[in-house]
C-alpha cells in the first residue's frame, strides 16, 4: 500500500528559493514539504558569492531603474533578520563581511564623485579615509576606495539555518527511482508520486511551487506539455565560469574592482571564503566570470592570473593554487536576454514557477508568494499524514572552495 501524504504546498527544490517560500509559508500556518533531490543549495545558491547588495553597482551606469529600486531595501531587510526581528530568523549565519568595497581605477575618480554627489546614493556608499583602509589594501593603494553598505555572507550556515527548523518537511527526492507526476482533468496539478526503499509515497498538494533553478525546465517538461507552457514559463540561462585562488594571505577582501568603463558588472568582484583546510579562497566574479564562460578553463586562470597580478602587484601568490568551473545562472526568460530585474512568479493553475534573479531578492520572492497564496485564498488545513521518517533529509551542499 502506498503512503499518501496531503499537504498545503510541495516545493521543488531546495536553493535560496525553495528555503525562503518554506520559511515564509510555514510561518503563516501553511503546512508545506519540500523535495530536494540532491543536497540543499546544490545548484546556483552553494555557487554564489554570499553578496547581499543594494544594487549600487546598478547605479554605476547613472541609471537608477526597476532593479535599483527593488533591491535598494534588501541589505536592511537581511539585517534584521540576522539580527531575528526580520520575517524569517537567520541567527547563526555567518557574516563574512558587513560592508563591501568598490575600487575603481584612478582614471575613473572624478566620474565617481559626480556619481556619489547624485542623491539616490548619499548614505549609502561612503568614501573610506586612508588610515581606515582595510588591512590587504593598507599602503598599497593610492584610493579612492568606497565602502558600500552590502554584506556578504557565509552560504553554507545560511543554508543550515534556513532547515535547520523544518528538517522533517524536508525529504531527498530521489529521481533514480521511478516516480511520476500526476494533473486532474482540469489541468491542475494533484500528486507527486515517488519511491524509496521499496516503498511508494504519493503526495499530494493544493499548490505546486517549483524553484528548481536549471532543473524547471526538465521538471516542467514533465508537468505541462510543451504546447501547453506559457511564454512566461520560459527559462534563460547565463553561463559563467568562475575562477577560486586558494591561498594564505592572511587579510580577507571583499571588493568590486572597477575596470575604466562604468559599466554594471565590475572587472572582478572578489569575495573572501575559509576552506576546511584552514587555506582562504579567493572567489572571483564579475566581468571575469561572465567573459570566462568563452574560454577554455587553462585560458581563464591565465586571464585571472594576469588581472590578478595586475590589480595586487604586492601580493606573492606563487603557492596559490588556481581552480575553475562553469555554472549557469538560471533565471526567467526576459525580451532581450539581459539579467531580469526582480525576483518572479509566473503561474499555470495551481502551479507556480518561482524565481529569485538573485539571492539578495530571496525576501521580495518570499513575500510574493504568501500573497498570492493570500490572493488565491488558499486556507492553511490540517492533515493527518503517516509518519515519514523513512524518508531522508538531503543535507546540504559543500561549497566550491572545498570541493576543489
Ligand atoms: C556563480 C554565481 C554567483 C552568484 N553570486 C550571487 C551573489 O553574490 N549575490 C546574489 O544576490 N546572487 C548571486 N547569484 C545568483 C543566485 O545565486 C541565484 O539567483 C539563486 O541562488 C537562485 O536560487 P534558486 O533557489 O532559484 O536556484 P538554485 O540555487 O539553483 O536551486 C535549485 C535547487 O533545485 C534542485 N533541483 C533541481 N531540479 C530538481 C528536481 N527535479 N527535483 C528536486 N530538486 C531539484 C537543485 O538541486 C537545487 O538545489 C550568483 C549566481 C551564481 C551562479
Known amino acids: 500500500m502506498p503512503s499518501v501524504i496531503e499537504k498545503d504546498a510541495l516545493i521543488i527544490g531546495g536553493g535560496i528559493a525553495g528555503l525562503w517560500m518554506l520559511n515564509r509559508l510555514r510561518a503563516e500556518g501553511y503546512d508545506v514539504m519540500l ?7 546544490a545548484g546556483q545558491t552553494i555557487a554564489s558569492q554570499g553578496m547581499i547588495h543594494g544594487g549600487i553597482k546598478y547605479a554605476l551606469t547613472g541609471n537608477l531603474n526597476t532593479a535599483s529600486e527593488a533591491i535598494a531595501d534588501m541589505p536592511e531587510h537581511w539585517e534584521a533578520c540576522l539580527a531575528g526581528t526580520g520575517d524569517v530568523d537567520l541567527r547563526g549565519t555567518n557574516i563574512l563581511s558587513k560592508h563591501y568595497y568598490m575600487w575603481p581605477r584612478n582614471s575613473l575618480r572624478s566620474r565617481f564623485n559626480a556619481f556619489l554627489g547624485s542623491k539616490a546614493l548619499r548614505g549609502k556608499v561612503t568614501s573610506v579615509d586612508k ?9 598599497h593603494i593610492k584610493g579612492p576606495l568606497y565602502k558600500l553598505k552590502d554584506i ?20 531527498l527526492f530521489n529521481r533514480d527511482k521511478w516516480w511520476s507526476v500526476e494533473r486532474n482533468a482540469e489541468g491542475e496539478f494533484k500528486s507527486l508520486t515517488m519511491q524509496q526503499d521499496n516503498e511508494t509515497y504519493i503526495i499530494k498538494a493544493k499548490q505546486l511551487i517549483i524553484s528548481s533553478g536549471e532543473g ?10 510543451e504546447k501547453e507552457l506559457p511564454d512566461n514559463m520560459q527559462m534563460q540561462l547565463r553561463p559563467l565560469q568562475m575562477t577560486l585562488v586558494k591561498h594564505t ?9 572597477v575596470a575604466d568603463q562604468l559599466t554594471a558588472t565590475p572587472e572582478v568582484t572578489i569575495t573572501t571564503h575559509q576552506c576546511a583546510d584552514g587555506s582562504s579562497a579567493w572567489y572571483l566574479g564579475g566581468e571575469l566570470a561572465e567573459s570566462g564562460a568563452h574560454r577554455t578553463q587553462e585560458e581563464q586562470i591565465q586571464v585571472a592570473q594576469k588581472k590578478i597580478s595586475e590589480l595586487f602587484p604586492w601580493c606573492d601568490l606563487s603557492n596559490a593554487q588556481w581552480h575553475s568551473f562553469f555554472i549557469n545562472r538560471a533565471e526567467a526568460q526576459t525580451k532581450n536576454g539581459k539579467r531580469p530585474e526582480t525576483a518572479s512568479i509566473h503561474q499555470h493553475k495551481n502551479i507556480t514557477l518561482c524565481w529569485p534573479s538573485k539571492l ?7 513575500q510574493q508568494i504568501v500573497n498570492l497564496f493570500q490572493e488565491k485564498n488558499v486556507e492553511p488545513a490540517n492533515y493527518n499524514n503517516p509518519d515519514l521518517s523513512n524518508l531522508n533529509f538531503p543535507g546540504i551542499a559543500v561549497p566550491p572552495w572545498d570541493t576543489m
Open 35 to 41: 523535495l530536494e533531490k540532491n543536497q540543499l543549495g
Open 131 to 139: 588610515e581606515n583602509y582595510p588591512a590587504f589594501f593598507q599602503t
Open 152 to 171: 556578504v555572507l557565509d552560504v553554507p550556515s545560511l543554508l543550515n539555518c534556513l532547515s535547520k527548523t523544518h528538517q522533517s518537511n524536508i525529504k
Open 216 to 225: 524547471s525546465k526538465d521538471f516542467l517538461k514533465k508537468l505541462i506539455p
Open 249 to 257: 594571505q592572511p587579510h580577507p577582501i571583499h571588493v568590486h574592482c
Open 360 to 366: 539578495t531578492l530571496a525576501p521580495d520572492l518570499g
